[in-house]
């Protein structure tokens, strides 16, 4: 009989809607994220954040993600919205991101623009030495300097080794290769944004609920 031997943590980001998240933390989500980068078609207010953190479930954390965000936007998420994490994706240094008083999340990316420093195979024994702060690494498949949530994969097999904080997977993750990506990864934990919706920003309960029941698939998977 199976059992359940790790517990893989689930993020369900880019939300625009109370209602999508109350059904998200229903089905078993541990972290409800909202975007406040830029670039993204998913990109929020505090003011929206704030009401739609009233809709969260007792023990369901709210993440803030930014990208290059000025310090003082940063402030402001963080005093109306009271994100228990941020998660950052731009170029901020390790000070820029300790510098709120709210623990962190350093998203690396995984894809490079033709002729760009890949800096995760060039770098991949001083993330904790770049990012002594960081609470854990979420890789992604963003190009730096590009917005997340295309709904397009990285190799994970790029993942550098002997990363010693958690780390996240991310980046065109769906309830149809999640449970290959967890068993082939092994991370703490998922994170899924279009791979969950019918359009940016707009989450599709079905594809929610499958999402989860094959994380919880991949957690009881004993290898024969």
Known sequence: ???????????????????????????????????????????????EARAMRQALA???????????????????????????????HGSEDDAFCRGFGVPYMKAIPMRTRE???????QHPASLQARYPGAGG????????????GSG????????????????????GLSPENVFEAILGTLPWGVDVSSGIESAPGLKDGDKMRRFVEQVRRADCHVPD
């Not at 109350?22 to 003011?47: H, T, W, Y």
């Not at 709210?62 to 950052?88: G, I, K, Y």
């Not at 002729?115 to 195979?121: H, L, V």
């Not at 397009?152 to 980046?171: C, E, H, M, N, T």
């Open 1 to 47: 009989m199976n059992r359940i031997l790790f517990r893989t943590r689930i993020k369900f980001c880019g939300f625009t809607r109370p209602g999508d998240v109350r059904l998200a933390c229903e089905l078993g989500a541990d972290a409800i994220g909202f975007v406040f980068a830029e670039k993204s078609p998913r990109r929020i207010a505090a003011e």
């Open 115 to 121: 002729g760009a420093t890949d800096f995760a195979q």
């Open 137 to 148: 690494f979420l890789f992604d498949s963003h190009a730096q300097g590009e917005p997340g």
């Open 58 to 88: 007792p023990l369901v954390d709210a993440v803030a993600l930014f990208m290059d965000n000025p310090a003082e936007e940063v402030r402001e998420v963080v005093r109306q919205v009271r994100p228990s994490l941020l998660q950052f």
């Open 152 to 171: 397009k994969a990285f190799d994970w097999s790029r993942i550098p080794a002997g990363v010693q904080k958690p780390y996240v997977l991310a980046g």
